[in-house]
T-cell receptor, first 115, second 116 residues
Framework: DGGITQSPKYLFRKEGQNVTLSCEQN?????MYWYRQDPGQGLRLIYY???????QKGDIAEGYSVSREKKESFPLTVTSAQKNPTAFYLC??????????????FGEGSRLTVL | AQKITQTQPGMFVQEKEAVTLDCTYD???????LFWYKQPSSGEMIFLIY??????QNATEGRYSLNFQKARKSANLVISASQLGDSAMYFC?????????????FGSGTKLNVKP
């Protein structure tokens, strides 16, 4: 079955530690995204990538880093510089050609808690 | 200004009745797309329905329909014959072209509770 796999589902981190959230897709989508969701709020864009070896900052990139070495993979690192990292993180992908609706396909999310 | 506004933080509906979730959007681009997503308590985001800005007819997908009023910039989601499994958060989103990138904007969501 095609889809997006995020891991881990739950993650606990001590202050000062970096953590990496995994995102893998087998949908052959070019574009991949990372969003952050806080309670009672919508999704905010952290980083996005449209092709391999290229990625761009979103609206709240400070304290985060990404890589896109393979089309299928778009890992997100939450660094110690992120002041309030406790949140729900969603990875998504989409087709980029104009002949489709271009909806986002989401993973099941990773819930990060800083102790 | 907010790109997507959902003014109903929470809604209740009786099972088997219809419910309308409100969404207004703000854009000056003539080409955009509007989406509704459902987020159950498990956290995954499930795509429900899409409306393109040039589409003349309202989109429908099973029990979901999108009431698209372009002049009023509204894109309300109508769920007919509500079921208990419809209880979830619902997010309205807009896709807008930004240079060579499609940017998505999300509303703050509406929590729907379906009562038996």
């Amino acid at each position: 079955d095609g889809g997006i796999t995020q891991s881990p589902k739950y993650l606990f981190r001590k202050e000062g530690q970096n953590v990496t959230l995994s995102c893998e897709q087998n949908l052959n989508h070019d574009a991949m995204y990372w969003y952050r969701q806080d309670p009672g709020q919508g999704l905010r864009l952290i980083y996005y990538s449209q092709i391999v070896n290229d990625f761009q900052k979103g609206d709240i990139a400070e304290g985060y880093s990404v890589s896109r070495e393979k089309k299928e993979s778009f890992p997100l690192t939450v660094t110690s510089a992120q002041k309030n990292p406790t949140a729900f993180y969603l990875c998504a992908s989409s087709l980029t050609d104009s002949g489709n609706t271009g909806e986002l396909f989401f993973g099941e999310g990773s819930r990060l808690t800083v102790l | 200004a907010q790109k997507i506004t959902q003014t109903q933080p929470g809604m209740f509906v009786q099972e088997k009745e219809a419910v309308t979730l409100d969404c207004t959007y703000d854009t000056s681009d003539p080409s955009y797309g509007l989406f509704w997503y459902k987020q159950p308590s498990s956290g995954e985001m499930i795509f429900l329905i899409y409306q393109g800005s040039y589409d003349q007819q309202n989109a429908t997908e099973g029990r979901y329909s999108l009431n698209f009023q372009k002049a009023r910039k509204s894109a309300n989601l109508v769920i007919s014959a509500s079921q208990l499994g419809d209880s979830a958060m619902y997010f309205c989103a807009m896709r807008e072209p930004l240079y060579n990138f499609n940017k998505f904007y999300f509303g703050s969501g509406t929590k729907l509770n379906v009562k038996p």
